[in-house]
């Protein structure tokens, strides 16, 4: 896919390297951006194979709303670094789109209260009742829960808009990993608004990211050069079941005509 090797070739030739706390260094560019149409077909990167089954299974266990990694690592492995040994993460993207915590006071005590909002089902009914609206946007990032989080979200809002009935998505991203996380994020943010489009009776539009830090580990480099040697194949098409989006299961997706080159071994760092 050509937006994503772009941006890959812009980060390689003008990245700045910087340390972190990973101990590898990276190749750093601020505040990235691409767009790609979803009506052209699923953005599963087809100049090296990407884990579908992974990418899946993370954007069902994010819908799900859980807190801990029990029933994802029974398919993949990709959360297990930042999970105790009970299976529980401090960060899980599902609990704040689904139970995002808001204090709100009580008039009758004047004492702050906690109530959980589900800002996905949010999402999903405004949507339906009111597709116009600007005010669908949904957080993972709370702050107390990133002061000590060991890995606070990195993909942290993300906002729907409907144009001429095509529901767009717009991803807010503080750090992403060009070589590992961003086919990830990529795949699974489009799929998500394409599971919202076809709730709501809309038509998939326009996937659009911005990545604050896009960064390049410096031993991811010979294997994102091999990939801008490659030419990009035709996308692959997704089919999904006509089931509300909490009844949907990993059977209820079709991947049809993926045919990517082979894979590339890139080392996460944790």
């Known amino acids: ?6 941006l890959a070739d812009r980060v390689l030739r003008a990245g700045i390297r910087k340390k972190n706390r990973t101990g590898i260094d990276t190749l750093s560019s601020f505040a990235e951006h691409y767009s790609v149409d979803l009506s052209a ?5 087809t100049t090296k194979k990407v884990n579908f089954a992974a990418m899946l299974h993370e954007l069902l266990w994010y819908i799900s709303g859980e807190d801990h990694i029990r029933n994802l690592r029974k398919h993949t492995k990709i959360w297990d670094a930042w999970a105790d040994e009970e299976g529980n993460l401090q960060t899980a993207y599902g609990r704040y789109w689904r139970r995002f915590p808001s204090a709100q006071m009580n008039p009758s005590t004047g004492a702050y209260e ?6 996905l089902a949010r999402v999903r009914d405004m949507l339906k009742s009111d597709p116009n609206s600007r005010r669908m946007v949904i957080t993972a990032w709370e702050p107390g829960n990133a002061l000590d989080s060991k890995l606070p979200p990195c993909h942290f809002t993300f906002v729907f808009n409907v144009q001429e009935n095509r529901l767009n998505c717009h991803l807010t991203q503080r750090s992403g990993d060009i070589a590992i996380g961003i086919p990830f994020n990529l795949a699974g943010y489009s799929l998500l608004t394409m599971v919202l489009a076809q709730e709501a009776a809309l038509e998939p539009g326009l996937f659009s990211h911005t990545v604050v830090d896009a960064h390049i580990y410096v031993n991811h480099v010979d294997g994102l050069k091999e990939q801008l040697g490659r030419t990009p194949r035709p996308l692959p098409r997704i089919a999904i079941a006509r089931k509300p989006m909490d009844q949907l299961c990993f059977e209820d997706f079709e991947l049809t005509g993926y045919n990517p080159w082979p894979a590339i ?3 996460v760092a944790v």
Do not use: A, C, T
């Open 1 to 6: 896919m050509r937006e994503y090797l772009d």
């Open 41 to 45: 077909g699923f953005p599963l990167l």
């Open 114 to 119: 906690v109530i959980e909002i589900d800002q």
């Open 265 to 267: 071994k890139f080392e």
